[in-house]
C-alpha cells in the first residue's frame, strides 16, 4: 500500500482509539489548543495533514506541503488532505474540523514547505505560521504523532457533539408569536458580527415563507464572494431550481458602486430583480439611491433599496404561520455549514435562550410543541 492508503488506515484506528480515550492528551496538547481553537482555516487542516503523515511515516518531513520541495522527507500532503482526510472530516466528524472541500488549494497551503517567510496576513495568522514553524518539527517520531492524531481525533469529536447539541432544542408553541419574533431580530442586531447577524436573520424569515421542499434559501460566506459555486447574490432563493429571488445585505456605509455591482451581477445571471438590505448601521454615501432604482428599472430590473425593519416586519406579518423552532434550526444549523463565526452563533443561541426558553432535552416528545 502507498502513503495515501496507509494513511486512511492509520486516521481509522486513530478514531478508533480516540472514541475510547477518556481526557485525552500528548505531549504537543497546547499547540494542538492553540492552532485548532484559533481562527486560520487552512492551517486546521496543515496541522491534522502533518500529523496523519508523520503518525503513518517517521521520514516525512512535517514542515512539507508539496513532494517539490528541496526539504529532506518531502511528500505530498495535499493528497493525503483531500483524499483522507476531508472525506473523513465531512463523513464521520460531521465537518468538525471547518468543512472546507480543498483546503490545499488555498494559498497558505500553495507553497513548497511552512517557512515564516511565507506570505501570510500580520499578526494573528503570521502567529500561527510561527507556531506551525517551531512546533511541527519537534514532533519527531511516529509514536509521538500518533498520540497527537488521537488527541486532534478526540477534540474534533467534542466539537462534533457539542455542534450536534447545540441544534438539539425545541420550543414552547406559545412562542410562535409574529411580535415575539420580531423582538428577538431586533434585539440581536444590536451586534453585527461583520453582517452575519443580518444576514441569518433575514435568511431565516426567507425560510419560514420558502419553507416547501422544492425550494431552497441558499446563504453564502459574508465578505467571501464567490465562495459558492452558483452564488449570485448574498441570499439566493430558488423554486424547482430556478432563480426567485436575490438579496444584497450590508450592515454597514455603502456606495452607489456597491449597489451597482451587486444589481449588474444579478442582471447579468439572468435575474429580474434584486432587493439592497440595509442593516441598523448602514448608511448610503451619497444621494443616489432614487436615481439608481429608476435607472434600473428602465432596463426592466426592480431594484430596491429596504430597511431591514420594512423588509423584516412585511415578511413576518405576511407569514401565515410562525414557527419559531423552525427558524432557530434553520439560522444555527446554516450558520455552522456556511462556516459562519462561533462567537456569531453563540451570540444568537444565547440571546434564543433568553427570548425563546429553548429546551434542550434530546428527546422531542418531552416538548409541548
Known amino acids: 500500500m502507498g502513503l495515501k492508503e496507509n494513511a486512511s488506515a492509520k486516521l481509522n484506528a486513530a478514531y478508533v482509539d480516540a472514541q475510547r480515550t477518556i481526557n485525552s492528551t500528548c505531549a504537543h496538547k497546547d499547540f494542538i489548543d492553540f492552532v485548532i481553537d484559533n481562527t486560520h482555516l487552512t492551517y486546521k487542516y496543515v496541522l491534522f495533514t502533518a500529523i496523519l503523515a508523520k503518525a503513518t511515516d517517521e521520514s516525512i518531513n512535517t514542515l512539507c506541503l508539496q513532494k517539490k520541495s528541496e526539504l529532506p522527507g518531502a511528500y505530498d500532503a495535499r493528497t493525503i488532505c483531500h483524499k483522507v482526510i476531508v472525506p473523513f472530516e465531512m463523513e464521520v466528524l460531521d465537518k468538525a474540523l471547518g468543512g472546507s472541500n480543498e483546503p490545499f488549494l488555498n494559498k497558505p497551503a500553495r507553497f513548497p514547505e511552512l ?31 500518533y498520540e497527537c492524531l488521537v488527541y486532534l481525533l478526540s477534540k474534533l469529536i467534542n466539537i462534533k457533539n457539542s455542534k450536534s447539541t447545540m441544534t438539539t432544542f425545541t420550543i414552547e408553541k406559545n412562542a410562535n408569536l409574529p411580535a415575539h419574533l420580531m423582538a428577538y431580530m431586533e ?7 461583520e453582517g452575519e447577524i443580518l444576514t441569518l436573520l433575514v435568511a431565516g424569515t426567507y425560510h419560514l415563507m420558502y419553507n416547501e421542499p422544492n425550494a431552497t434559501v441558499e446563504v453564502h460566506p459574508v465578505n467571501q464572494s464567490g465562495a459558492s459555486g452558483r452564488e449570485i447574490s448574498d441570499l439566493d432563493i430558488y423554486v424547482d431550481g430556478s432563480l426567485v429571488a436575490s438579496n444584497e445585505l450590508k450592515d454597514k456605509d455603502y456606495a452607489e458602486t456597491d449597489v451597482r455591482h451587486a444589481a449588474d451581477k444579478v442582471l447579468s445571471a439572468g435575474g429580474t430583480k434584486m ?14 439611491i432614487n436615481n439608481i432604482e429608476h435607472e434600473y428599472l428602465n432596463k426592466n430590473f426592480l431594484l430596491r433599496v429596504i430597511s431591514y425593519e420594512n423588509l423584516l416586519s412585511s415578511m413576518i406579518g405576511s407569514i401565515d404561520k410562525i414557527d419559531s423552532e423552525e427558524f432557530m434550526h434553520f ?23 433568553e427570548f425563546f426558553d429553548l429546551n434542550h432535552s434530546k428527546n422531542k416528545d418531552d416538548s409541548t410543541k
Open 275 to 288: 432587493l439592497f438590505i440595509e442593516g441598523p448601521r448602514a448608511n448610503a454615501q451619497g444621494d443616489f
Open 187 to 193: 434585539k440581536a442586531l444590536e451586534h453585527s458580527y
Open 115 to 145: 517557512s515564516k517567510t511565507n506570505a501570510v496576513r500580520r499578526g494573528n495568522d503570521q502567529t500561527i505560521l510561527n507556531s506551525l514553524c517551531d512546533n511541527l518539527p519537534l514532533i519527531t517520531t511516529s509514536t509521538d504523532a
Open 331 to 353: 439560522i444555527i444549523e446554516t450558520a455552522q455549514n456556511t462556516k459562519f463565526k462561533d462567537e456569531t452563533i453563540a451570540y444568537l443561541m444565547k440571546l434564543a435562550d
